[in-house]
């Protein structure tokens, strides 16, 4: 098998959420724990963080990932989904895994894989573990798929946990409401291992408390360790002066080059995250120069995209995979902000399940619907989601494809105009593929 029928073996013998949604769900650990076994036990081969919460787990993970690449460590990472390339997924100092190894992988495992039958996401984790375990890396940032207690990244010994942030999304399998959300998000906290949580919030923090109190884990709030003593946004990110207020890991002046409004928190999580792990092991060489250094280049580094991400500046086009309610809310007040009155063309389109009423219910005023349908099954075609739109938002445009309604939005636009491109992660890296990979 070549790496294009691995990659086909992948997408469609086994059960993938992004594609096929709940029916690829495994609410257990039986699959990764035996496929584990199978490999060795690779995941207990390497020092890992691992990232849990609703929002922000990607940029905190990439973050990261790139100080540590900046401090010279050979660094694994592993996120989810991908935009553009399956092997986008796992990556050492930000070099994604080599075809060939996904080949190989694929394999040597494949009676495995067609007896036992793990769910896509799965599999996927178990390669990174084998292959981060055989490269060697010095360090690990791991990045859950979906809760925490029953994610198949949930296997491992890491030397932190980080919770970025509890919402309400996926509540079909994590629980109706904030605490229960954070009951799921909790099951990474390990025994005697230090834990950081981005946000407190008042319905999420006593659960975060008792978990760490029976695990005897310490816990740590980002905002008890530092603020801001300084924050300016621009389009291109933000430059941020820190106030330790515990640990005091020293660093001067921080670019972030993310500029979505919502990217100040995850920032300061990365950082307070920082401060912990350096208090914790102090024979990790963490200093300020690196991580000054991996703020700035953490784009460069890993390769991140689909943050509040600027394609273009005339017209101004914004790509953003804020796709839950809290994320979609800070998006469109931001968005509101930067089209400043101007009218907005949005190339919009969800996924099966998504509280659409919602979404539309915060869109900035003056907004121009461009409708479209990411091209997975799981996409909600442009005809289901018409009868969603109340007929006070234009609709200019039905169209068969992101890149069809993305062009016509542009023409639309003029130079002068806005351009919005989200709704669903999937939209994006439809995007992504077809015009700006």
């Known amino acids: 098998m070549n790496y294009a029928e691995v990659e086909a073996f992948l997408f469609s ?73 399956y092997t986008e997924r796992i990556k050492i100092n930000g070099q994604e895994i080599e075809q060939e190894a996904v080949v190989e992988f694929v394999l040597q495992n494949k009676a495995f894989i067609e007896e036992q039958k793990p769910s896509f996401f799965e599999m996927t984790a178990a390669m990174a573990f084998w292959y981060f375990a055989r490269q060697q890396v010095d360090i690990a ?3 859950t798929g979906m809760g925490g207690r029953l994610d198949s990244t949930n296997v491992l010994s890491p030397l932190l946990s980080v919770i970025t942030n509890i919402g309400l999304d996926h509540t079909e ?41 029976v695990q005897q884990a310490p816990l740590f709030f980002a905002d008890e360790l530092l603020h801001w003593s300084a924050a300016t946004p621009s389009i291109w ?61 953490m784009v460069k580094h890993t390769g991140l995209r689909g943050r509040w991400e600027i394609l273009g500046q005339n017209p101004l086009v914004i790509a953003d995979t804020a796709h839950n309610p809290p994320g979609w809310k800070a ?29 539309l219910n915060m869109l900035p005023p003056h907004t121009q619907l461009y409708l479209t349908c990411p091209d997975l099954p799981r996409g909600l075609p442009v005809a289901e989601l018409l009868k969603k739109i109340p007929d006070s938002i234009p609709i200019l445009l039905k169209a ?36 700006f990979s």
């Open 141 to 143: 940032i791991v990045e």
């Open 237 to 297: 990110g933000w430059d941020l002066k820190a106030a330790p207020l515990k640990m005091n890991l020293p660093c001067t002046e921080l670019h972030f080059p993310l500029g979505g409004w919502y990217q100040k928190e995850n920032a300061a999580t990365a950082f307070a995250a920082l401060q912990v792990f350096a208090h914790t092991y102090p024979d990790w060489k963490l200093d300020a120069k690196a991580v000054e250094a991996g703020f700035q280049n």
């Open 331 to 359: 998006a469109m007040e931001q968005l509101s902000h930067s089209a400043a009155g101007k009218p907005i063309c949005m190339v919009f389109g969800v996924v099966q399940g998504k509280d659409v009423e919602s979404m």
């Open 173 to 213: 399998f994590l629980g109706p409401d904030l605490p229960r959300i954070a009951g799921e998000k909790a099951g990474i906290i390990k025994p005697n291992t230090p834990v950081l949580i981005g946000l407190r919030q008042p319905e999420t923090q006593a659960v975060f408390e008792e978990k760490s109190k």
């Open 13 to 85: 013998s086994l059960p993938m959420f992004q594609r096929i949604g709940a029916a690829a769900y495994k609410a257990d650990l039986t699959n990764t724990l035996a496929f584990c076994a199978h490999l060795n036990q690779p995941q207990h081969k390497f020092p890992s963080i691992h990232l849990a919460g609703t929002n922000g787990k990607g940029s905190v993970s990439h973050t990261l990932a790139s100080v540590f690449m900046s401090a010279g460590y050979k660094t694994g990472l592993f996120t989810s989904p991908h935009l553009i390339s």
């Open 400 to 435: 068969k494809s992101v890149d069809e309604a993305y062009w016509a939005a542009v023409n639309q636009a003029g130079p002068n105009g806005v351009v919005y491109v989200g709704g669903s992660t999937f939209v994006v890296a439809d995007l992504m593929k077809k015009i």
